[in-house]
Nanobody, 118 residues
Framework: VLLQASGGGLVQTGGSLRLSCAASRKLFPIAVMGWYRQAPGKQRELVAT???????NYGDSVKGRFTISRDNAQNTVNLQMNILKPEDTAVYYCYAGIGPDVRRQDYWGQGTLVTVSS
Protein backbone atom coordinates (compact mmCIF):
# COMPACT_ATOMS: atom_id res chain seq x y z
CA VAL A 1 0.00 0.00 0.00
CA LEU A 2 1.54 3.25 -1.09
CA LEU A 3 -0.88 5.55 0.75
CA GLN A 4 -2.48 4.43 3.99
CA ALA A 5 -5.31 6.60 5.28
CA SER A 6 -7.02 6.40 8.63
CA GLY A 7 -9.33 8.36 10.90
CA GLY A 8 -12.70 8.26 9.21
CA GLY A 9 -15.87 7.48 11.07
CA LEU A 10 -19.27 8.69 12.21
CA VAL A 11 -19.67 12.07 13.87
CA GLN A 12 -22.54 14.40 14.65
CA THR A 13 -23.06 17.76 13.01
CA GLY A 14 -20.70 20.30 14.50
CA GLY A 15 -18.21 17.67 15.57
CA SER A 16 -14.61 17.10 14.59
CA LEU A 17 -12.54 14.37 13.02
CA ARG A 18 -8.89 14.06 12.09
CA LEU A 19 -7.73 12.13 9.06
CA SER A 20 -4.18 10.91 8.68
CA CYS A 21 -2.32 9.51 5.72
CA ALA A 22 1.11 7.92 5.60
CA ALA A 23 2.91 7.52 2.31
CA SER A 24 5.35 4.76 1.53
CA ARG A 25 9.00 5.75 1.24
CA LYS A 26 8.69 4.58 -2.37
CA LEU A 27 6.86 7.86 -2.94
CA PHE A 28 9.59 10.41 -2.41
CA PRO A 29 9.87 13.31 -2.80
CA ILE A 30 6.16 14.12 -2.88
CA ALA A 31 5.43 17.45 -4.53
CA VAL A 32 1.79 17.77 -3.46
CA MET A 33 -0.02 15.85 -0.77
CA GLY A 34 -3.56 16.16 0.41
CA TRP A 35 -7.17 15.06 0.33
CA TYR A 36 -10.04 14.78 -2.08
CA ARG A 37 -13.52 13.48 -1.41
CA GLN A 38 -16.37 11.89 -3.27
CA ALA A 39 -19.95 11.89 -2.08
CA PRO A 40 -22.54 9.45 -3.46
CA GLY A 41 -23.62 10.48 -6.93
CA LYS A 42 -21.08 13.28 -7.14
CA GLN A 43 -17.71 13.82 -8.71
CA ARG A 44 -14.52 13.70 -6.73
CA GLU A 45 -13.62 17.16 -5.44
CA LEU A 46 -10.72 18.92 -3.84
CA VAL A 47 -10.72 19.15 -0.07
CA ALA A 48 -7.21 20.42 0.65
CA THR A 49 -3.68 20.02 -0.62
CA UNK A 50 -0.30 21.20 0.53
CA UNK A 51 2.81 21.57 -1.58
CA UNK A 52 6.25 20.70 -0.34
CA UNK A 53 6.87 24.39 0.37
CA UNK A 54 3.72 24.49 2.54
CA UNK A 55 1.53 26.28 0.03
CA UNK A 56 -2.05 25.23 0.69
CA ASN A 57 -5.12 24.97 -1.47
CA TYR A 58 -8.58 24.44 0.02
CA GLY A 59 -11.93 23.70 -1.53
CA ASP A 60 -14.34 26.58 -1.04
CA SER A 61 -16.78 24.54 1.03
CA VAL A 62 -14.21 23.67 3.70
CA LYS A 63 -12.32 26.94 4.06
CA GLY A 64 -12.24 28.09 7.66
CA ARG A 65 -13.29 24.68 8.97
CA PHE A 66 -10.62 22.25 7.79
CA THR A 67 -6.88 22.52 8.28
CA ILE A 68 -4.26 20.51 6.43
CA SER A 69 -0.82 19.79 7.81
CA ARG A 70 2.10 17.88 6.43
CA ASP A 71 5.37 16.41 7.60
CA ASN A 72 7.75 16.12 4.65
CA ALA A 73 10.33 14.11 6.55
CA GLN A 74 7.75 11.55 7.71
CA ASN A 75 5.82 11.55 4.43
CA THR A 76 2.54 12.14 6.24
CA VAL A 77 -0.40 14.45 5.81
CA ASN A 78 -3.23 15.17 8.21
CA LEU A 79 -6.59 16.84 7.86
CA GLN A 80 -8.25 18.38 10.90
CA MET A 81 -11.94 18.72 10.19
CA ASN A 82 -13.99 20.94 12.47
CA ILE A 83 -17.59 22.13 12.47
CA LEU A 84 -18.55 19.16 10.33
CA LYS A 85 -21.76 19.32 8.32
CA PRO A 86 -23.90 16.55 6.80
CA GLU A 87 -22.72 17.70 3.36
CA ASP A 88 -19.18 16.73 4.37
CA THR A 89 -20.27 13.10 4.26
CA ALA A 90 -18.13 11.37 1.66
CA VAL A 91 -15.30 8.96 1.06
CA TYR A 92 -12.09 10.87 1.61
CA TYR A 93 -9.08 9.94 -0.49
CA CYS A 94 -5.50 10.66 0.35
CA TYR A 95 -3.56 12.02 -2.62
CA ALA A 96 0.11 12.29 -3.47
CA GLY A 97 1.53 13.96 -6.55
CA ILE A 98 5.07 13.17 -7.63
CA GLY A 99 7.12 15.29 -9.98
CA PRO A 100 6.64 18.68 -11.65
CA ASP A 101 3.22 19.96 -12.75
CA VAL A 102 3.68 19.05 -16.42
CA ARG A 103 4.69 15.45 -15.65
CA ARG A 104 2.92 14.80 -12.37
CA GLN A 105 2.21 11.23 -11.35
CA ASP A 106 -0.91 10.85 -9.23
CA TYR A 107 -1.31 8.34 -6.44
CA TRP A 108 -4.45 7.65 -4.44
CA GLY A 109 -5.14 5.96 -1.15
CA GLN A 110 -7.96 3.47 -0.65
CA GLY A 111 -10.39 5.98 0.82
CA THR A 112 -11.82 6.41 4.27
CA LEU A 113 -15.51 7.05 4.93
CA VAL A 114 -16.62 10.10 6.87
CA THR A 115 -20.28 10.23 7.85
CA VAL A 116 -21.77 13.31 9.48
CA SER A 117 -25.18 12.76 11.01
CA SER A 118 -27.72 15.54 11.30
Amino acid sequence: VLLQASGGGLVQTGGSLRLSCAASRKLFPIAVMGWYRQAPGKQRELVATMSRDATTNYGDSVKGRFTISRDNAQNTVNLQMNILKPEDTAVYYCYAGIGPDVRRQDYWGQGTLVTVSS
